[in-house]
């Protein structure tokens, strides 16, 4: 089993920046890709950016290109999503996830590719 605990949250304005972290835990596990999803009110669950583990290569939605910023700290088990440049489309309750399963060079994007699921953190942008 392995837990996932966000931070980093909270209610900013347009143009704003937050930065959002996630740390897994447990016992006898392999991480091979984390990623962050979002969820806004009323829609589907999307990938927001993802990380391969071992490459550092990454994915990101086209949305948030050049604003987003997903990084990781292998010796803390850490996962980070800088997020400049803040819309109101980007309010929603952002997800961590982890893969412990091997899989290709790139992280997948899909959401029954990741195994385990953080709680969520609200994302709140003013206009």
């Known amino acids: 089993q392995v837990q996932l605990v966000e931070s980093g949250g909270g209610l900013v304005q347009a143009g704003g920046s937050l930065r959002l972290s996630c740390t897994a835990s447990?016992?006898?596990?392999?991480?091979?890709?984390m990623a962050w999803f979002r969820q806004a009110p009323g829609k589907e669950r999307e990938i927001a950016a993802a990380i391969n583990w071992t490459s550092g290569l990454t994915r990101y939605v086209d949305s948030v290109k050049g604003r987003f910023t997903i990084s990781r700290d292998k010796a803390k088990n850490t996962v980070y999503l800088e997020m400049n440049s803040l819309k109101p489309e980007d309010t929603a309750n952002y997800y961590c996830?982890?893969?412990?399963?091997?899989?290709?060079?790139?992280?997948?994007?899909?959401?029954?590719?990741?195994?385990?699921w953080g709680q969520g953190t609200q994302v709140t942008v003013s206009s």
């Open positions: 447990g016992r006898s596990f392999n991480t091979y890709n």
């Open positions: 996830a982890i893969r412990t399963r091997n899989s290709g060079l790139l992280p997948p994007t899909a959401l029954d590719s990741y195994d385990y």
